[in-house]
């Protein structure tokens, strides 16, 4: 990923995980991965925590353990949470876009 359009996604999200508000966020998430068909395009990056991040991503039920104390059981429930978060994170923008280009 070119480091101008990863900068661009961080500065846009004010550095903040945009699924559960946290600060100092600094990895930036592929909304539709590559392995997909999804680009590397300020369009398609979402900023997140490394909790979100690893959570949402095929990470070990052993490494969310030992990284973030987040249980396997839990798993499940914690991701759909994150996903339903970055929907309505997703829909906000889509809104200020459409608010933006209505007044050109």
Not at 38 to 45: H, I, V
Not at 59 to 86: C, M, Q, S, Y
């Amino acid at each position: 990923m070119d480091a101008r359009i990863r900068s661009a996604a961080l500065e846009r999200d004010d550095f903040t995980c945009q699924a559960c508000g946290k600060k100092s966020a600094g990895q930036v998430h592929h909304i539709r991965a590559r392995s997909q068909g999804g680009a590397d395009s300020l369009s398609n990056l979402i900023t997140l925590c490394g909790r979100c991040h690893m959570i949402i991503s095929p990470v070990p039920a052993h490494a969310l353990w030992n990284a973030f104390r987040v249980h396997k059981n839990d798993i499940a429930r914690e991701k759909a949470k994150i996903e339903n978060a970055l929907c309505r994170a997703i829909a906000r923008r889509k809104i200020v876009i459409a608010k933006q280009t209505k007044s050109i």
